[in-house]
């Protein structure tokens, strides 16, 4: 049974550059949520989506956007990327049952650096 | 809104040694969720235990046990004889209608 799969496992970018990352949840699960985890921080909620719209979103910028495939799959893309957007960025996948959201597993991250 | 407050930065014990890492919470729902989660240096959080706001009962699983107290809001998590791989950043979290939100995160290293 496949957990949570995210790639790229690192990347490097430079300010104002635009990024794609991309998350496929744990099998059986249809709800997706991506989290910012600053360096020595908690992991902070950017958005969710579910059966292909965004559910909840977190206090970040239109800069962050994000969509899901019908096969529940998930992207997050961030353009303009600034310094502060250096951080390990966590996807979770959880399945909702009778209206309630179940038990989120995270994926391994992927690693932005910004230069 | 939920707020979640660990106030352990960091923790460091021998080995063998029972730690118990504080979280106390905030939030304004009547129903909500209680989570722990474990992320080691590779960096995925792993889920430990996931609370119901309605079941107060402690829990017990192996070396790890969790204590619940809706009166003081609190959601403790204690590891009795700690061993070196239980060294990591742990994360207290809670989830009310939707969104779930963690504290700073308590880092315990677990010395030989």
């Known amino acids: 049974d496949a957990g949570v799969t995210q790639s790229p496992t690192h990347l490097i970018k430079t300010r104002g550059q635009q990024v794609t990352l991309r998350c496929s949840p744990k099998?059986?699960?249809?709800?997706v949520s991506w989290y910012q985890q600053a360096l020595g921080q908690g992991p902070q909620f950017i958005f969710q989506y579910y059966e292909e719209e965004e559910r909840q979103r977190g206090n970040f910028p239109d800069r962050f956007s994000g969509h899901q495939f019908p096969n529940y799959s998930s992207e997050l893309n961030v353009n303009a990327l600034l310094l502060g957007d250096s951080a390990l960025y966590l996807c979770?996948?959880?399945?909702?049952?009778?209206?309630?959201?179940?038990?989120?597993?995270f994926g391994p991250g992927t690693r932005l650096l910004v230069l | 809104a939920q707020k979640v407050t660990q106030a352990q930065t960091e923790i460091s014990v021998v080995e063998k040694e029972d730690v118990t890492l504080d979280c106390v919470y905030e939030t304004r729902d009547t129903t909500y969720y209680l989570f722990w989660y474990k992320q080691p240096p590779s960096g995925e959080l792993v889920f430990l235990i996931r609370r119901n706001s309605f079941d107060e009962q402690n829990e017990i699983s192996g070396r790890y046990s969790w204590n619940f107290q809706k009166s003081t809001s609190s959601f403790n998590f204690t590891i009795t004889a700690s061993q070196v791989v239980d060294s990591a950043v742990y994360f207290c979290g809670c989830q009310g209608a939707q969104k779930l939100v963690f504290g700073q995160g308590t880092r315990l290293t677990i010395n030989p």
């Open positions: 099998s059986g699960h249809d709800t």
């Open positions: 979770a996948s959880s399945l909702v049952a009778r209206g309630l959201q179940e038990t989120q597993y």
